[in-house]
């Protein structure tokens, strides 16, 4: 069954276009990584997903989520979803937190917006979602305000607020950015586990490659707001088809660059107030040809989908439209 | 001792030396006036053995220390000194004065913030309209001089309408009724410029709240306007506001100096106004010290609210 | 500073009103350009002499040769305004640049140096602090007597604290700059680092916080002369001007609302330019 399926979504702030005409689908109990570089739309996308974009953002298409359209919903509607059906997990979990309340009564918060629920009962509920998440001492440290706690602590505290009324969707936008590695591994295997447990449909934003090959199930990758490639993980990692993504994997340090630069594509990531028509990567990409400047469709390319007129599958349509416009 | 206590214990022992540095400026102060302030208050009285006589009484041919010590000494025991001109007990006629003072600028805060606040919260986040009236009424309520909307008031509603009664006072414990009368007028003066500060300060620090990270999680959490900008946001935003209504009352205290002169109120600021313009020095002293005292004590409540209102207290220093 | 902020000074801004800091700066400056205007030409201005009395119109109201009417002694009251008006502005202009003038060194050596020297500058500037204003201006006065002049350095007293640390607080945050500490690192001397690293850029929100006190030091002049403890007669002042207009509040309103507005009117323009300038010269908010 289908969670979540974006078709066709472009975001424009203003004249930037942020992302443009995404389209693809998470199935349940799956998770799903969005991949990209800084600027690339992924959290963007997500923002858009959860409706908390700013009023200036202009959305197109559409999002299903369980099959309604979310763009058609009113704010009302879509705050009854938010923290209910749909929650996400920031990056920064110090800035998420507000520091006037105690950890625990804004989990509590977050169960009595959505349920009907009593005071008593949902600080129950909140201690016994500190417990699961790892919290020690949960009872007592229920009153304690969010400077209390460590950065790795206060994440687990976050997880737990989006848990707290079992999510059908949950989004996590590069959840372990903020902490130090050995608590990003710690985070990690606690989502792996909650993973285990409660089998929730998970959209993960990350920039980090370890932590996708970790988790995730499949992958999507993102350049200047287009969505270039998508794969299951272990396929993306031992055979990318897209030149994007084998730019983005080859300059991943490894014991194969002992020694020499690390390559890296030439070039910048685009202007998005005006970025190359047709494919975005063209300006940088070694298998640029003439038809780039149309939009490449996602094209499935064995077990991905690739949107690349380079690939076999697609060159023979792609040399066709280029001949016709000419 | 928790962090909480300390943060008290320290706030309160701080205040002590504070005012015994103020007591010091206050008597030196005094003693500054160029001249011989014992001939300035006689006049054409002043003979030699007048002024020695009054020299004597005042303690004013005594070394500087120990007047000093002896005008502690007395302010210990309640005893402020006397009127130089009418011979009163200052302890006695500041008695009567302050709580007039202290009526008139609280009542001043207080309905500077029970309107000050609420408009600044609709001002920084409602609709347009709302923000451009707040924002004249800021302009326009930090502008205009105390005194000068008190004439406006005066002439609107004692001249013309005669509902208000442009000078007078009754005690509060005498005649609530009358108080209230006699009061309207000038807590109103002071009143409007405060609550156009108190509501700059409160949309400032509400808009600076509501663009903060932890505002978009509780979006995300699914938690109605309402709650976020009333529970939340205004619980953060409010620490600058009562920082800033500390610093103000400062003002109003000022402010009230005036206002009593203005009004003809029976309080400590006119009283210091009358007594500098008869070069009555004791009464000067004695006033400006409590004066002076007050505001710190105020300063003081306001530093133990914003600790209880700021969980990070001795973790972060505002 | 990034590239980003380098790149970012050099977009200047094109038009006059942006070049001034925006549409508020560019309305405050224009009017305060014309206040100041018409207070340095009061003796052109004024259509009669400020002390010429016309007994047969004591108290009678506006008309087209006399504006603003006429005060309880038969007084043209616009030319009244507009002379006490240069007598205040004088007043609360040059209060606050006295401030500035002595704060500047005083918030700018503790904040660069830091340590024992900012505390010992610091302690007694905050004990003024711990006095309400117009109570400290009160008290000064109360030892020398009242006079404009006192009047003067009473306000400039007031705000001297204020302004000291406003400097302070924009010193501290430039010192921790890095090219304060390059400038440093380089061998330049103390002097030279604060004379032209530290002062150009801690200079802004002084500027900003002088320009919303000089309004604020109008009101404390006029407050101070209706006390009686400012200007005295004969020298005009807008607050003599409105403890006379009290006096005769209901038969002529008018002597009372003209002197008020003028300084109304000014504080406004004082205000618009401040919270202008602010964006431009302030941006870390150190002005409050």
């Known amino acids: 069954m289908t969670v979540l399926r974006l078709d066709h979504v472009s975001v424009l702030y203003g004249r930037v276009s942020a992302v443009s005409d995404v389209s693809l689908a998470v199935d349940e109990g799956e998770i799903f990584a969005l991949v990209g570089e800084s600027g690339c739309g992924k959290t963007t996308l997500a923002m858009a997903v959860m409706g908390l974009l700013p009023r200036s953002a202009a959305v197109a298409g559409t999002i299903e989520f369980l099959g309604r359209d979310l763009t058609a919903l009113g704010e009302d509607e879509r705050a009854a979803l938010r923290g209910d059906r749909i929650s996400m997990v920031f990056q920064d979990p110090a800035s998420a937190l507000d520091p006037a309340f105690s950890v625990g009564e804004q989990i509590a918060e977050t169960i009595r917006a959505h349920k009907p629920v009593g005071l008593r009962e949902a600080k129950t509920r909140a201690i016994r979602l500190l417990e699961e998440v790892g919290i020690p001492d949960a009872s007592r440290r229920y009153r304690d305000p969010p400077h209390r706690f460590s950065g790795g602590m206060q994440q687990r505290v976050v997880i737990a607020t989006a848990l707290a009324n079992e999510p059908a969707l949950l989004i996590a936008d590069e959840p372990t950015a903020a902490l130090d590695v050995t608590i990003q591994a710690q985070i990690l295997g606690l989502m792996r586990e909650l993973r285990r447990r409660h089998r929730t449909t998970s959209l993960l934003i990350a920039h980090d490659f370890g932590v996708v090959a970790q988790l995730c199930d499949r992958a999507g990758v993102l350049y200047a707001g287009q969505l270039v490639e998508v794969a299951p993980v272990a396929a993306l990692f031992s055979e990318s088809r897209h030149p994007y993504t084998a730019a983005l994997l080859g300059a991943l340090p490894s014991a194969e660059h002992a020694r020499g630069a690390l390559p890296a594509a030439p070039g910048q990531v685009p202007d998005l107030v005006s970025p190359p028509p047709g494919c975005r990567f063209q300006p940088r990409c070694p298998l640029r040809r003439a038809e780039c400047d149309l939009v490449p469709p996602l094209a499935p390319v064995g077990d991905h989908l690739t949107a690349c007129w380079a690939t076999p599958e697609t060159q023979a349509l792609g040399r066709e439209l280029a001949e016709a416009r000419a | ?318 | 500073m990034t590239a980003a902020t380098v790149a970012l000074r050099h977009v200047r801004p094109r038009t006059i009103t942006a070049r001034l800091g925006g549409r508020q700066a560019a309305a405050g400056i224009g009017i305060l350009t014309l206040l100041v205007l018409v207070a340095l030409l009061a003796p052109v201005l004024a259509p009669h002499s400020p002390d010429a009395i016309d007994a047969d119109h004591i108290l009678a109201g506006p008309s087209w040769s006399h504006p603003f009417g006429f005060d309880a002694l038969g007084r043209d009251v616009l030319s009244r305004v507009l002379f006490a008006y240069r007598a205040s502005l004088g007043v609360s202009i040059g209060a606050v640049a006295l401030a500035l003038v002595l704060g500047l060194p005083i918030g700018v050596i503790a904040g660069y140096f830091g340590g024992v020297v900012d505390n010992l500058l610091m302690r007694p500037i905050d004990l003024l602090l711990a006095l309400p204003a117009l109570l400290l201006a009160i008290s000064l006065i109360s030892i020398t007597g009242p006079g404009e002049l006192v009047a003067l350095f009473a306000i400039a007293t007031i705000y001297l604290p204020i302004l000291a640390r406003v400097v302070r607080s924009s010193v501290l945050a430039v010192s921790r700059e890095l090219y304060v500490e390059g400038a440093r690192a380089r061998g330049v001397s103390h002097a030279r680092t604060i004379w032209s690293h530290v002062v150009p850029n801690a200079l802004g929100p002084a500027v900003v916080q002088a320009s919303v006190l000089a309004g604020f030091a109008l009101q404390i002049e006029a407050a101070l002369s209706f006390l009686g403890l400012g200007a005295q007669p004969p020298t005009p002042s807008l607050g003599l001007m409105l403890a006379d207009g009290y006096q005769v509040l209901q038969q002529a309103p008018w002597a009372d609302i003209f002197p008020g507005l003028a300084i109304a009117v000014t504080v406004v323009a004082f205000n618009l330019v401040g919270d202008g300038l602010r964006a431009k010269l302030d941006p870390r908010g150190i002005s409050g």
């Open chain 2, 1 to 318: 001792m928790s962090v909480r206590t300390r943060y008290v214990a320290t706030r309160v022992a701080l205040t002590v030396p504070t005012l015994l540095a103020m007591s010091l400026f206050v008597f030196l102060l005094i003693r500054l006036v160029p001249g011989d302030p014992v001939r300035t208050m006689l006049g054409f009285r002043a003979t030699p053995e007048n002024v020695r006589t009054i020299r004597h009484e005042l303690g004013l041919d005594r070394p500087l220390v120990s007047q000093y010590f002896s005008w502690l000494g007395g302010i210990f025991r309640g005893d402020l000194g006397q009127d130089y001109i009418s011979h009163e007990s200052l302890t006695q006629l500041l008695r009567e004065r302050i709580p007039v003072t202290l009526e008139l600028t609280i009542a001043s805060m207080a309905l500077a913030l029970l309107v000050g606040v609420p408009l600044g919260v609709i001002a920084s986040s409602g609709r347009r309209l709302g923000k451009a009236t707040a924002s004249i009424f800021t302009i326009a309520g930090i502008s205009i001089p105390d005194f000068w909307l008190g004439t406006i008031l005066i002439l609107v509603f004692a001249a013309k309408l005669g509902w208000l009664p442009p000078t007078g006072y009754v005690p509060l414990s005498e005649d609530p009724l009358q108080n209230l009368r006699y009061m309207t007028l000038p807590v109103l003066t002071l009143a409007t410029g405060e609550a156009a500060y108190i509501l700059r300060t409160t949309r400032a620090s509400m808009q600076e709240t509501l663009e903060r990270p932890f505002v978009t999680f509780l979006r995300a959490k699914g938690l109605r306007r309402h709650a976020i900008v009333y529970k939340h946001a205004l619980r953060t935003a409010s620490l600058p506001i009562v920082t800033v209504a500390g610093i103000q009352f400062g003002v109003l205290l000022g402010g009230a100096i005036v206002v009593e002169t203005l009004f003809g109120l029976p309080g400590v600021g006119k009283l210091v106004v009358t007594a500098i313009n008869q070069r009555n020095y004791t009464v000067v002293q004695g006033s400006v010290l409590v004066i002076a005292a007050l505001f710190i004590v105020v300063n003081l409540v306001t530093d133990l609210f914003y600790g209880l209102l700021n969980p990070r207290l001795g973790e972060e220093r505002a």
